[in-house]
């Protein structure tokens, strides 16, 4: 059963916006940091947002600052991304992580060795 599981992806004009929701499962824990990462063919994974246990505390890439934003929902145990104003550049597969310890509720990582759990990748494809 997984751990983590994406959903949302699609094809979206540029310009456009999309919500990607990552579900974790009770089996790994609750309101844990949690990151979004992204890849495209030949490229090394790129650290997206990040987001700390109490969803207080949020961290962004340059590339997508104002125009994403992480946030979660700890009674669903699920946390989101909503991407508006996008581009082709921000095709790829969109993959949630989840990290079992931490220091603090208001730590985030971004380091994608950082984290323990990963979903299966949702793709999403800025095209018109």
């Known amino acids: 059963q997984a751990q983590l599981v994406e959903s949302g992806g699609g094809l979206v004009q540029p310009g456009g916006s999309r919500r990607l929701s990552c579900a974790a499962s009770?089996?790994?824990?609750?309101?844990?940091?949690m990151g979004w990462f992204r890849q495209t063919p030949g490229k090394e994974r790129e650290f997206v947002a990040a987001?700390?246990?109490?969803?207080?505390?949020?961290f962004y890439a340059d590339s997508v600052k104002g125009r994403f934003t992480v946030s979660r929902d700890n009674y669903k145990n699920t946390v989101y991304l909503q991407m508006n104003s996008l581009k082709p550049e921000d095709s790829a597969v969109y993959s949630c992580?989840?990290?079992?310890?931490?220091?603090?509720?208001?730590?985030?990582?971004?380091?994608?060795?950082?984290?323990?759990?990963w979903g299966q990748g949702t793709q999403v494809t800025v095209s018109s």
């Open positions: 992580a989840a990290r079992v310890q931490y220091t603090s509720i208001t730590t985030y990582y971004i380091r994608d060795d950082d984290y323990d759990y």
């Open positions: 987001l700390s246990r109490s969803g207080g505390v949020t």
């Open positions: 009770e089996r790994i824990g609750f309101s844990l940091p």
